[in-house]
């Protein structure tokens, strides 16, 4: 492994609240104060004037559909995307195949991710049985097989008794639970927004009021039994007031959103376009708004990739049929970049903590600093740069992506794993 | 031919005007017309229907068409073969247009989207039904004139309904009143962004109309939760011979069926001299012939 010399770039680490131009060095995989004194060390020099380094994103919910091999997503798939669009560590959730719900399996994927990916992977153990809701998983055995979370996503748990008894008992293990907020019986025929959109298209409705009831649950059990719930892919208005109401009284709860639900709204899907069939639906103009507000005053903690690779024959299908999801790993950022950008205030700042900084605190990884000792996972983003994006030239094994073909600002230019190159801009 | 949402009021026209020769000839008893001699309709029917689809099928032998019907349990479509997989084996079999019944919205224009072959909605879901509004607003015109200015009454089960959708749509753009009648789990307030008058007051809905039309209660789409009981629903909603009193007396009376007698009619209005339903089934092949002309010989796509 080479040593590093970075120099003039503008160096972003909310974890030091640094924020300019300066000079870094990495030896041995880690940041270290300055260069070594030894005189026989060598380093690759790299002159960034005009970029910017961020420490490496972490992804807190993206689905991966095979452990090894097929046509579908896999480990390595994933993991290419996920450095081709600035992510060092994921958290992947366990409708992997195998279900991540034992500890064998998870013993196995945990063995293909070490042999195939390039980024820190990471499990989220099942709440329940094959993400079933009926009974808990064994979430001890998953913890000690290294899970960093336990949940059921894409599925919330509908027996209130059983979410509820997993809560506390993953509290126990200090593992936090996420949730995918949907009340079933209110979203089931549900495969868009219930706005006046769906209602002309004559499409079944998911109402904001299917994620609110569920974000309510998570808060009162958060709250009466003291445990972090984290909240994942917050879509709705209604969802952002509740939960700023909860963390003003001090409940153990974060939320995040994901880029799709920050730059696009319902008005997308008219044409029936299954790449903007999201999970969950895009909303209104209203709801977009609050979200970017809730990011910036820290309702909601961070953005999540909600990666969620289908294959190209089960999205080119009648809408209501059609899975909901789409990819999102190497366009999160730049997507979030060009909606934002001239909009907030440093932002390059508040995306490291955005996807960075404030995801790895939930997940409790020190993977996302600048500093000395740390291992080096970091990035290089050419800020000014307009690219487009074309989905079927990504890494990932699916395209479904909201942003096929659209005009992206900012582009990441080299990613690093532990001082390792493991991406670059071709 | 995908709705009516897309069309404008030349369209529209230009389909009623000719759907008026085409009615005029087939009144006359004449020979069917070579117009579409040696063209080959596939109707493509993934829902069950009769009245459609035999529509569709005598309007395409008035023409003189081909026409091969696919019905979902005969298909392969039970087999699990995807829609876009039936919709290319269909071109490659040589069809002219496609007449296509399904049950998921927007399925005509996914459809469109795979193969550069015509397809004409036959009704997709709750979206759309396009050729049953034209000739509701054929049979209309015919009775009322102008449809400027008149007030319509729809009601039953909008939420459901693609009937009703696309009734919205082409009646506002004949300059018509659309009003939205039943109980608020059917008619939610959401239509009014459409352009529609939403009311849950059947009385004061039907003093007023020029039009009224039913709407079937559909079973098999609602669940439970949408009203208490058919019972309920027909006390409530129902038009009765009482509330008929409040029509004007030459209101017309639509139903683009199949009847529930009892449930949102009574049986005796169905039949009487204000009821309009054999009418429009009979204007549905005239409709749907100058459907079938348009879209199979003319350049222009819709």
């Known amino acids: 492994m080479k040593n590093l010399y970075l120099k003039n770039a503008h160096v972003v680490d909310p974890a030091s609240k640094t924020d300019g131009v300066k000079d870094l060095w990495v030896e041995d995989s880690k940041f270290v104060r300055t260069k070594s004194e030894k005189v026989d060390t060598e380093y690759e020099v790299l002159d960034l004037t005009g970029k910017t380094i961020l420490p490496g994103l972490v992804d807190l919910r993206c689905h991966v559909r095979n452990a090894v091999g097929g046509s579908q997503e896999n480990i390595k798939s994933v993991s290419q995307a996920a450095c081709a669009g600035g992510f060092t560590t994921l958290l992947v959730m366990p409708n992997i195949s195998p279900s991540a719900d034992n500890p064998g399996s998870i013993r196995y994927i945990n063995e293909c991710a070490s042999k195939n990916a390039a980024v820190n992977f990471y499990l989220a153990g099942a709440l329940t049985d094959n993400m079933e809701g009926r009974s808990l998983s064994p979430i001890g055995s998953l913890k000690e097989s290294g899970v960093l979370a336990i949940t059921d996503c894409p599925q919330s748990t509908q027996n209130n008794e059983i979410f509820v008894k997993g809560v506390e008992y993953a509290s126990m293990f200090d593992l936090p639970v996420i949730d995918l907020p949907r009340e079933l019986s209110l979203s089931k025929n549900g495969s868009a927004h219930d706005s006046v959109v769906a209602l002309s298209m004559g499409l079944g409705g998911y109402p904001r009021m299917a994620e609110e009831i569920f974000v309510q649950r998570s808060i009162t059990v958060s709250k009466y039994l003291d445990a972090h719930i984290h909240l994942s892919s917050i879509s709705s208005k209604g969802s952002v007031e509740l939960i700023n109401d909860a963390k003003n009284k001090g409940i153990k709860i974060t939320a995040d959103t994901t880029p799709h639900h920050l730059c696009l709204t319902d008005e997308k899907i008219r044409g029936y376009h299954t790449n903007f069939k999201t999970h969950p639906p895009l909303r209104e103009e209203e709801d977009r708004e609050s979200l970017v507000s809730a990011l910036l005053d820290g309702t909601i903690d961070n953005i999540c990739s909600g990666h969620e690779p289908h294959q190209d024959h089960l999205k080119k299908t009648e809408y209501d049929l059609a899975p909901a999801g789409v990819t999102s790993l190497d366009t999160c950022l730049s997507a979030i970049y060009t909606q934002l950008c001239g909009k907030v205030k440093n932002l390059p700042y508040k995306l490291a903590e955005w996807l960075s900084y404030n995801p790895a605190k939930i997940i409790k990884k020190d993977r996302a600093n600048i500093q000395h000792g740390s291992l080096a996972d970091f990035i290089v983003i050419d800020l000014n740069e307009e690219w487009i994006y074309s989905a079927p030239d990504s890494f990932s094994l699916s395209s479904n992506n909201p942003f096929d073909g659209c005009k992206l600002t900012s582009m990441i230019e080299r990613t690093y794993v532990g001082g390792e190159l493991v991406y670059k801009k071709s | ?302």
């Open chain 2, 1 to 302: 031919m995908l709705g009516l949402e897309e069309l404008d009021v030349n369209e529209i026209n230009l389909i009623l005007e000719l759907s008026k020769e085409f009615k005029e000839n087939l009144s006359k008893k004449q020979k069917p017309s070579k117009n579409l001699e040696g063209k080959r309709i596939v109707n493509l029917f993934m829902e069950p229907s009769t009245r459609t689809r035999v529509a569709f099928e005598i309007a395409a032998k008035s023409l003189s068409a081909d026409v091969i019907s696919i019905a979902s349990k005969s298909s392969s479509l039970t087999k699990g073969e995807s829609l876009k997989d039936t919709a290319l084996n269909i071109q490659a079999l040589g069809a002219d247009a496609i007449v296509i019944r399904h049950s998921s919205p927007g399925s005509p224009l996914f459809l469109s989207k795979t193969i550069p072959v015509p397809i004409i909605n036959a009704g997709d879901g709750s979206h759309e039904h396009p050729s049953q509004a034209l000739l509701d607003i054929f049979t209309m015109q015919e009775k009322l004139g102008t449809l400027h200015n008149k007030n319509i009454t729809i009601l039953g089960d909008i939420l459901f309904s693609r009937v009703a959708r696309s009734n919205l749509w082409g009646l506002q753009k004949m300059g018509a009143n659309v009003t939205l009648v039943g109980p608020s789990t059917l008619v939610p307030k959401g239509f009014e962004k459409m352009g529609a008058i939403v009311s849950h007051d059947i009385e004061k809905s039907l003093s007023k109309a020029d039009a009224v039309m039913l709407l079937r209660i559909q079973h098999e789409r609602q669940s439970s939760s949408h009203f208490p009981s058919l019972e309920e629903y027909t006390r409530i909603f129902g038009l009765s011979i009482e509330r008929s009193a409040l029509l004007k007396k030459e209101a017309i009376i639509l139903h683009p069926g199949p009847i529930n007698r009892g449930v949102e009619i009574d049986s005796t209005l169905a039949d009487s001299k204000n009821s309009v339903i054999l009418e429009q089934v009979t204007n549905g092949i005239a409709v749907r012939m100058a459907i079938l002309y348009l879209c199979t010989t003319n350049s222009t796509r819709k």
